[in-house]
T-cell receptor, first 114, second 112 residues
Framework: TAGITQAPTSQILAAGRSMTLRCTQDMRHNAMYWYRQDLGLGLRLIHY???????GKGEVPDGYSVSRANTDDFPLTLASAVPSQTSVYFC?????????????FGPGTRLLVL | GQNIDQPTEMTATEGAIVQINCTYQ??????LFWYQQHAGEAPTFLSYNVLDGLEEKGRFSSFLSRSKGYSYLLLKELQMKDSASYLC?????????????FGQGTELSVKP
């Protein structure tokens, strides 16, 4: 079972360029999430989606947008990248929002913005 | 406000026991998770506590005290492969989006 896949694995991006990070899950989970992870700051939520067709802002949404056209896919777009968006990006999913429902993480995308 | 605190780094010896603490102050609470993350990899689920007390899973145990806003992860019979970052995360209530708020993680080094 693939679980959650992310693409690309890593990317070097020129400042000002746009980019879409892809995330696909095959577990039919309702909820999906995008986090960024930076040294000393831990995992911070960028955007989330509780179900297909709905999205919400997390702790650090500025400069990012998401869409959730179907259950399986949750792409994250950087419209005009800046160096502060250099980070490791993790996509995650969970069956729902109930307390004990675990979030499962994809392998991550390492992004360097120059 | 939301605040989750963990020690930044810990060192322990192979075969020993180590306790990683986590304190939290959040506007709502619907459970606490511990995740393990090896360098360069994704976080993986270790444990979940929603009621006070100890949950045991093999060499790993997790404890929760909701009145104190406190949890710990206990690792017994440490192995070299336990060297990793351990992340504490609090789940917000459903009416706050049911999101996970993560601490910055504790980097554990296990030495021979």
């Amino acid at each position: 079972t693939a679980g959650i896949t992310q693409a690309p694995t890593s990317q070097i991006l020129a400042a000002g360029r746009s980019m879409t990070l892809r995330c696909t899950q095959d577990m039919r989970h309702n909820a999906m999430y995008w986090y960024r992870q930076d040294l000393g700051l831990g995992l911070r939520l960028i955007h989330y989606s509780n179900t297909a067709g709905t999205t919400g802002k997390g702790e650090v949404p500025d400069g990012y947008s998401v869409s959730r056209a179907n259950t399986d896919d949750f792409p994250l777009t950087l419209a005009s990248a800046v160096p502060s968006q250099t980070s490791v990006y993790f996509c995650a999913s969970s069956e729902g929002l109930a307390g004990g429902e675990t979030q499962y993480f994809g392998p991550g995308t390492r992004l360097l913005v120059l | 406000g939301q605040n989750i605190d963990q020690p930044t780094e810990m060192t322990a010896t192979e075969g020993a026991i180590v306790q990683i603490n986590c304190t939290y102050q959040t506007s709502g609470f619907n459970g606490l998770f511990w995740y393990q993350q090896h360098a360069g990899e994704a976080p993986t689920f270790l444990s979940y506590n929603v009621l006070d007390g100890l949950e045991e899973k093999g060499r790993f145990s997790s404890f929760l005290s909701r009145s104190k806003g406190y949890s710990y992860l206990l690792l017994k019979e440490l192995q070299m492969k336990d060297s990793a970052s351990y992340l504490c995360a609090v789940r917000t209530p459903y009416n706050q989006g049911g999101k996970l708020i993560f601490g910055q993680g504790t980097e554990l080094s296990v030495k021979p």
